[in-house]
């Protein structure tokens, strides 16, 4: 599959990423590239921030591929179940130890638990 294919879903962590940051100039440049948005970015709810991303994934017309960082990669993993359209694959980079009791802000911890169970893409 070639990137005008699919939908290519930007899942920034923590704070989202800056003008600057690698996701932004990866999804500047692909023309099928969009950030999935949250509506709180420094206190981030883990239901809040799946739906979020079901509601992109449902929504999307094209296949869809996941490029998550930080607090996006347990976004993902979480919101799993509520993707109603196939996931067709999945570039997760710098996963944040949610299990850490020393994570701070402390609510990061409620994106985790990682499941052990294997992923669907």
Not at 53 to 68: I, Y
């Amino acid at each position: 599959m070639k990137a005008k294919e699919a939908d290519i879903l930007f899942v920034p962590g923590f704070k989202n990423s800056g003008p600057d940051h690698w996701q932004t100039r990866w999804q500047d440049k692909l023309s099928t590239g969009r950030r999935v948005g949250q509506v709180e970015w420094t206190k981030p709810v883990r239901e809040n921030w799946t739906e979020a991303l079901a509601a992109a994934v449902n929504g999307s017309d094209r296949p869809v591929v996941l490029v998550a960082h930080s607090l996006g990669v347990p976004t993902v993993i979480h919101a799993i179940d509520g993707f109603k359209k196939p996931v067709k694959g999945a570039f997760f980079v710098a996963p944040p130890d949610v299990a850490n009791e020393n994570i701070r802000p402390r609510h990061l911890m409620t994106f985790g638990p990682y499941p052990r169970d294997p992923l669907p893409f």
